[in-house]
């Protein structure tokens, strides 16, 4: 397979609201080196793509406030930026981004990944992605990298796969298992029963397609949104495509991709991976995966914790942190806001930050 005809596309778009304080509408959570690494979730999910292909051919999905940040966490030329001028959820950006990749080259290959996911296998996640683009090279085919459930998670939508091989095109065909169904999250006895039965897989919104194969599913089954950025074919790659995407791109359908293609479309594949992957979706799944500290997560270097168990603590360095007698507790300090919350009730963190900031400013949001 080629290496000219690969392509990544890291969506970078959204607000992680689910991580405030720290993630904030300004400085969303990919931007944000949440692991303590000294790198942003954002920087490390491009280093790992930089082994896929060279970096003239990643590119960035983000929101028009954003690109600034983009710009300054990665040695990107701004050409490589796909700017969202509204958030109109992830079929109208892909549909975008497709285009755009198939006028330079309508041989591509796509990766498409989120750009705040945490991925502790990275060789044997690099070694699934080169499978699903060699298939996708031989195959009219739309494919989702399936991560292998370790627990009944009810967060998470789920895919039913069928065990039986796919018609062999290309080595290692026998990874690629041919998709059954997608399910929504689900009540956590029945996703006990998909953890029992085996052949369901998370979604973890990891795409790998022909730019053709998708040009051909957006037409069938989401043709408002495969027209509309069609029609501005011509404007890419000149001075015109800001004036077109600005003035169109607002008045597309505001859907997912998943409820556009992937439910509706028979030629869904996914290869099912064991990869070390967290979507980091919230403080809890942060503390899942983060070397411990007598059973607590911290993210500060001048810390004195006593009588303190399954805690979360992340605090700017420059300050000293002290406690006594706390357990399952949530806390969190970005100098302007300071979180202590039972980790029981994190679901309520988004809803808290939103009444937390009709209350006191725009600032804290």
Not at 118 to 126: A, G, N, P, S, V
Not at 175 to 203: C, T
Not at 227 to 254: C, D, H, M, W
């Amino acid at each position: 397979m080629s290496i000219s005809n690969r392509y990544v596309l890291i969506m970078a778009g959204g607000v992680g609201s689910r991580f405030w304080p720290k993630s904030r509408n300004s400085f969303p959570k990919q931007f944000i080196d949440i692991l303590g690494t000294g790198q942003s979730l954002l920087q490390i999910t491009y280093a790992r793509f930089l082994k896929i292909c060279d970096a003239a051919q990643i590119y960035v999905l983000t929101n028009n406030n954003y690109v600034d940040l983009v710009l300054n966490q990665l040695s990107l030329e701004r050409g490589n930026i796909i700017v969202e001028p509204s958030r109109n959820n992830t079929a109208p950006c892909l549909a975008y981004a497709n285009a755009k990749i198939s006028k330079i080259n309508p041989e591509a290959n796509i990766v498409v990944a989120p750009s705040d996911h945490l991925i502790l296998k990275e060789d044997e996640f690099l070694s699934k992605i080169e499978v699903a683009l060699s298939y996708a090279e031989a195959n009219d085919a739309l494919i989702t990298l399936g991560i292998k459930p370790t627990r009944p998670d009810t967060g998470y939508g789920y895919i039913k796969y069928e065990n039986e091989q796919v018609i062999k095109t290309t080595e290692r065909v026998d990874e690629v298992k041919k998709v059954e169904a997608f399910v929504e999250k689900p009540q956590l006895e029945i996703a006990e029963e998909y953890l029992k039965n085996g052949d369901y897989l998370w979604n973890a919104g990891i795409f790998i397609w022909s730019a053709r194969s998708f040009s051909r599913a957006l037409e069938v089954h989401a043709p408002s949104i495969y027209e509309l950025f069609n029609r501005g074919l011509a404007s890419y790659g000149t001075e015109q495509e800001a004036e077109f995407i600005n003035l169109n791109y607002p008045t597309a359908k505001n859907i997912s991709i998943d409820f556009a293609v992937m439910e509706k479309a028979t030629n869904i594949f996914t290869i099912p991976a064991d990869i070390g992957w967290s979507d980091l979706g919230t403080w809890a799944s942060l503390h899942e995966v983060t070397k411990k500290d007598n059973d607590n997560s911290i993210n500060s270097k001048n810390f004195i914790l006593n009588n303190t168990k399954d805690c979360i603590v992340s605090v700017n360095n420059h300050k000293a942190v002290i406690i006594d007698g706390l357990e399952n507790y949530i806390v969190v300090d970005d100098d302007e806001v300071l979180l202590i919350y039972p980790k029981a009730k994190e679901q309520e963190i988004k809803e808290v930050s939103s009444n937390f900031v009709n209350s006191f400013g725009s600032r804290f949001n």
